[in-house]
């Protein structure tokens, strides 16, 4: 084949490695990639993309009624919930502080120190750590859950704009990694990893989720996003090198075709059927433009991309 | 080639039958392929095919069948970010003619006729792929009439056996199929039948680019120009490599026996729903037909909805124009939303509000195409721009009270609307879409009338 000459690009840069857990706790690394998802023949893909399932502090309202009912009792319990995810196979557990959202049970530094040191020692892997996203209310608590979890090398998020130098300061004290959220720009996701780097916390100890649209509302705008930062930093930006982290179940089963059963057309097909698929078409052409990290939420979905990772790195 | 280089094939008699003044003149338009050469009507064939093979895009477009063609390949660029996808991939389904023939009607029937509404766009199937899985020549032609006679979609031939392959031609090829495959066994006899049948042919090699590269040189210097290739990719998500290995090849390095849309199978190994996960790495990148083993609208609305998303033009946002929607025939006391004019944002609520039978007036604002947090996170979706466009499409003369429903997302400009506009009742409505129904019948009415 060589005599074809199969044009081969030589990037310049590579994905900044990323490590979680370890200290005791099983290690996830993620990132490290020196060439675009999937194209083994041009450079080297040391680790796979994470799988990381979705725990929430408290039973969801407003999750529908089958992927509840996919998980069962432990719905209600945050930590038989996260030990059934590490047996449906996730890599990493997200632990979502759903009850400390102001409106939503307002629980505060208390609540959530417990439920994660709970957490941390019923499992053995990596945990990330996501707030409220309002900001006072994170300071609070993930700052609290930054202190308990000190030397497990969690991640936390969400580190925005706002609040980044709040979250640095801890993750730099404690020895985590921040999750950074930007709204769905190259530039602007550039201009926050560039305002970490600038208050110390090294790259190392960053994700960054550029904002996940979902199958059918945004997707090809996240697509675009994250191939752009992939290329930027192959190509040597050293400000794009974070992983991306993308929090695929939240979107997908927030939509109505993975939520309405009734008054819809026959051609959308079975509700249970549709509404997987739509979570694992979102997450497997996310990792085709370049995540490093998947959030899911269905063991279906966890269950069939891990399948498709898996069956790629046995050829 | 330049506008000098095509003259030199020209007749070169200026006889102006296609419309230019002179052949020089007509040159230089197809150099800037403003024209096509075919304008030319004294031209040779031999002449013909070397300006098209020059001027041809780094990846041919062809078509397939008659009525609702599959058109596909001409793409330009490898992410899509760069300019566009311009030819969303044909999804077939596979049928064998091993299969009970009324099983194969009502399946027929049923994909043909299968759509979705989405954004205002009807998305559908775009035909079969029908396989001689008997081996027997019969079978393979009546299946090939059968459902030729109850569809309007392309159709795929799939044998390897040349008699096989021109039984069901001679009853089928008006239809204009694909046929499917020349190998490096049978290629002389499928490379002449897609020469005598006018059909596109696909070249199939499994042994790698170069192998596949030469035996496309063969059946294309016999003269078949409508070529597919199968590259034989694996059914996993290593098949990447080898189809962007193709797209590199043919983009890249403008090399024309690679410059051809790919067929791939990502039903051959794998369960309905990794089907669908391979069929959709397909869909990103670069397949032109995809073969589906299965036709489940569950796993099938996905993907149509996936392709869509890629193809769609990232330079520019669909959008609605801005104004006043009337849904399901208001009246001056019936409910006022407002939302952004992202197509997307507006189809949602405005399909929402018809299936919820309850007359309302939508008010879309001008945000360039932005949905409701981008929108309002860009400072295009603020209370000052929400008042201005009230006013500017004059809703105060129009309805007799003074009530607004704003998107749950943007609760937080609730009072500054209230500033903007003295008077008037702001209500928070829904965050998603589809609970609008419940909002209007539960809420809103409650709330008025405080």
Same mark, same amino acid.
């Given at each position: 084949?060589?005599?074809?000459?199969?044009?081969?690009? &030589?990037?310049?840069? *590579?994905?900044?490695? +990323?490590?979680?857990?370890?200290?005791?706790? *099983?290690? +996830?690394?993620?990132?490290?990639?020196?060439?675009?998802?999937?194209?083994?023949?041009?450079?080297?893909?040391?680790?796979?993309?994470?799988?990381?399932?979705?725990?929430?502090?408290?039973?969801?309202?407003?999750?529908?009624?089958?992927?509840?009912?996919?998980?069962?009792?432990?719905?209600?319990?945050?930590?038989?919930?996260?030990?059934?995810?590490?047996?449906?196979?996730? !890599?990493?557990?997200?632990?979502?502080?759903?009850?400390?959202?102001?409106?939503?049970?307002?629980?505060?530094?208390?609540?959530?120190?417990?439920?994660?040191?709970? %957490?941390?020692?019923?499992?053995?892997?990596?945990?990330?750590?996501?707030?409220?996203?309002?900001?006072?209310?994170?300071?609070?608590?993930?700052?609290?859950?930054?202190?308990?979890?000190?030397?497990?090398?969690?991640?936390?998020?969400?580190?925005?704009?706002?609040?980044?130098?709040?979250?640095?300061?801890?993750?730099?004290?404690?020895?985590?990694?921040?999750?950074?959220?930007?709204?769905?720009?190259?530039?602007?996701? *550039?201009?926050?990893?560039?305002?970490?780097?600038?208050?110390?916390?090294?790259?190392?100890?960053?994700?960054?989720?550029?904002?996940?649209?979902?199958?059918?509302?945004?997707?090809?705008?996240?697509?675009?996003?994250?191939?752009?930062?992939?290329?930027?930093?192959?190509?040597?930006?050293?400000?794009?090198?974070?992983?991306? %982290?993308?929090?695929?179940?939240?979107?997908?089963?927030?939509?109505?075709?993975?939520?309405?059963?009734?008054?819809?057309?026959?051609?959308?097909?079975?509700?249970?059927?549709?509404?997987?698929?739509?979570?694992?078409?979102?997450?497997?052409?996310?990792?085709?433009?370049?995540?490093?990290?998947?959030?899911?939420?269905?063991?279906?979905?966890?269950?069939?991309?891990?399948?498709?990772?898996?069956?790629?790195?046995?050829? | 080639?330049?506008?000098?280089?095509?003259?030199?094939?020209?007749?070169?008699?200026?006889? &102006?039958?296609?419309?230019?003044?002179?052949?020089?003149?007509?040159?230089?338009?197809?150099?800037?392929?403003?024209? !096509?050469?075919?304008?030319?009507?004294?031209?040779?064939?031999?002449?013909?095919?070397?300006?098209?093979?020059?001027?041809?895009?780094?990846?041919?477009?062809?078509?397939?069948?008659?009525?609702?063609?599959?058109?596909?390949?001409?793409?330009?660029?490898?992410?899509?970010?760069?300019?566009?996808?311009?030819?969303?991939?044909?999804?077939?389904?596979? %049928?064998?003619?091993?299969?009970?023939?009324?099983?194969?009607?009502?399946?027929?029937?049923?994909?043909?006729?299968?759509?979705?509404?989405?954004?205002?766009?009807?998305?559908?199937?775009?035909?079969?792929?029908?396989?001689?899985?008997?081996?027997?020549?019969?079978?393979?032609?009546?299946?090939?009439?059968?459902?030729?006679?109850?569809?309007?979609?392309?159709?795929?031939?799939?044998?390897?056996?040349?008699?096989?392959?021109?039984?069901?031609?001679?009853?089928?090829?008006?239809?204009?199929?694909?046929?499917?495959?020349?190998?490096?066994?049978?290629?002389?006899?499928?490379?002449?039948?897609?020469?005598?049948?006018?059909?596109?042919?696909?070249?199939?090699?499994?042994?790698?680019?170069?192998?596949?590269?030469?035996?496309?040189?063969?059946?294309?210097?016999?003269?078949?120009?409508?070529? %597919?290739?199968?590259?034989?990719?694996?059914?996993?998500?290593?098949?990447?490599?080898?189809?962007?290995?193709?797209?590199?090849?043919?983009?890249?390095?403008?090399?024309?026996?690679?410059?051809?849309?790919?067929?791939?199978?990502?039903?051959?190994?794998?369960?309905?729903?990794?089907?669908?996960?391979?069929?959709?790495?397909?869909?990103?990148?670069?397949?032109?037909?995809?073969?589906?083993?299965?036709?489940?609208?569950?796993?099938?609305?996905?993907?149509?909805?996936?392709?869509?998303?890629?193809?769609?033009?990232?330079?520019?946002?669909?959008?609605?124009?801005?104004?006043?929607?009337p849904i399901n025939d208001p009246q001056?006391t019936s409910p006022l939303a407002v939302t952004?004019?992202?197509?997307?944002?507006?189809?949602?609520i405005a399909g929402e509000l018809q299936s919820s039978a309850f007359p309302c007036w939508l008010?879309?604002?001008?945000?360039?195409?932005?949905?409701?947090?981008?929108?309002?996170?860009?400072? &295009?979706?603020?209370?000052?721009?929400?008042?201005?466009?009230? &006013?500017?499409?004059?809703?105060?003369?129009?309805i007799?009270h003074?009530s607004i429903i704003i998107p749950g997302?943007?609760?937080?400009?609730?009072?500054?609307?209230?500033?903007?506009?003295?008077?008037?009742k702001?209500m928070v409505g829904p965050r998603e879409a589809m609970d609008i129904g419940n909002y209007l019948k539960w809420k809103w009415q409650a709330e008025v009338s405080?």
């Open positions: 084949m060589s005599h074809l000459g199969i044009p081969v690009e &030589k990037w310049v840069g *590579k994905v900044q490695e +990323v490590k979680l857990g370890g200290n005791g706790r *099983k290690s +996830v690394v993620v990132g490290g990639e020196s060439t675009l998802p999937f194209l083994h023949f041009e450079g080297s893909i040391p680790n796979r993309p994470a799988i990381a399932v979705e725990v929430q502090d408290k039973e969801p309202t407003d999750w529908p009624l089958q992927l509840l009912s996919a998980w069962g009792d432990v719905v209600k319990e945050p930590v038989s919930w996260a030990r059934k995810a590490v047996e449906y196979g996730a !890599d990493i557990i997200v632990l979502r502080l759903r009850s400390a959202h102001p409106e939503q049970g307002n629980s505060g530094a208390k609540e959530a120190e417990q439920v994660v040191a709970e %957490i941390l020692s019923a499992i053995d892997i990596p945990l990330i750590i996501l707030g409220t996203d309002v900001v006072e209310k994170d300071n609070e608590v993930l700052l609290a859950a930054s202190e308990i979890a000190r030397g497990q090398r969690v991640a936390l998020g969400n580190c925005i704009d706002k609040n980044y130098r709040a979250i640095a300061a801890s993750c730099l004290a404690n020895g985590h990694v921040a999750v950074a959220k930007t709204p769905n720009d190259v530039n602007l996701a *550039k201009q926050l990893n560039i305002l970490l780097h600038e208050v110390g916390l090294p790259l190392n100890s960053v994700l960054h989720d550029p904002t996940t649209g979902s199958l059918g509302y945004g997707l090809e705008y996240t697509y675009s996003v994250i191939e752009r930062l992939k290329l930027a930093c192959l190509t040597g930006d050293e400000m794009t090198v974070t992983p991306i %982290i993308c929090t695929i179940g939240e979107e997908s089963w927030r939509q109505k075709e993975s939520r309405a059963t009734e008054g819809i057309p026959p051609s959308w097909g079975a509700h249970e059927e549709r509404a997987i698929t739509w979570e694992s078409l979102t997450a497997i052409t996310l990792i085709t433009a370049g995540s490093n990290v998947v959030v899911l939420r269905h063991p279906r979905t966890v269950e069939l991309i891990k399948h498709v990772l898996e069956e790629g790195k046995r050829h | 080639m330049t506008g000098i280089e095509i003259y030199k094939y020209l007749p070169k008699t200026n006889c &102006k039958k296609c419309g230019f003044p002179t052949c020089l003149a007509f040159a230089m338009k197809v150099a800037q392929k403003q024209v !096509d050469i075919s304008l030319c009507p004294e031209l040779s064939e031999e002449s013909r095919r070397i300006i098209e093979a020059a001027s041809r895009p780094p990846i041919k477009l062809i078509s397939i069948g008659k009525h609702r063609k599959i058109e596909i390949g001409n793409e330009t660029v490898l992410f899509r970010h760069e300019k566009t996808f311009y030819h969303q991939p044909g999804l077939v389904v596979r %049928i064998r003619d091993t299969q009970q023939l009324d099983d194969v009607i009502s399946l027929v029937k049923g994909i043909s006729d299968y759509s979705i509404e989405r954004v205002g766009l009807k998305l559908s199937l775009n035909g079969f792929a029908l396989e001689n899985e008997s081996r027997n020549a019969d079978d393979f032609t009546k299946l090939a009439e059968m459902v030729s006679s109850n569809t309007d979609l392309p159709l795929v031939l799939m044998s390897s056996e040349p008699t096989v392959m021109k039984s069901a031609l001679g009853k089928i090829a008006q239809d204009r199929p694909l046929i499917y495959a020349a190998d490096k066994d049978n290629w002389r006899e499928m490379t002449q039948l897609a020469l005598n049948y006018q059909c596109p042919l696909t070249v199939f090699e499994p042994q790698g680019l170069s192998q596949l590269a030469e035996l496309v040189e063969l059946v294309s210097q016999r003269g078949v120009e409508d070529i %597919i290739l199968d590259p034989g990719i694996p059914c996993s998500s290593n098949s990447v490599d080898t189809l962007t290995q193709l797209r590199r090849m043919a983009i890249k390095s403008s090399y024309k026996s690679l410059g051809y849309p790919i067929i791939t199978f990502p039903g051959s190994a794998a369960s309905l729903k990794e089907e669908a996960m391979l069929a959709a790495l397909h869909i990103t990148k670069y397949a032109g037909i995809i073969v589906l083993d299965h036709f489940s609208p569950g796993t099938i609305y996905p993907l149509l909805t996936l392709r869509l998303n890629i193809y769609t033009d990232p330079q520019k946002p669909i959008q609605v124009t801005a104004g006043v929607y001056e952004t004019d992202f197509s997307l944002t507006y189809f949602s008010l879309v604002c001008d945000t360039g195409g932005l949905s409701v947090l981008t929108a309002w996170a860009a400072g &295009k979706f603020t209370a000052a721009r929400i008042a201005k466009t009230i &006013k500017q499409f004059d809703i105060a003369n129009n007799n003074r997302y943007v609760a937080v400009i609730k009072g500054e609307l209230e500033e903007e506009l003295p008077g008037w702001i405080h």
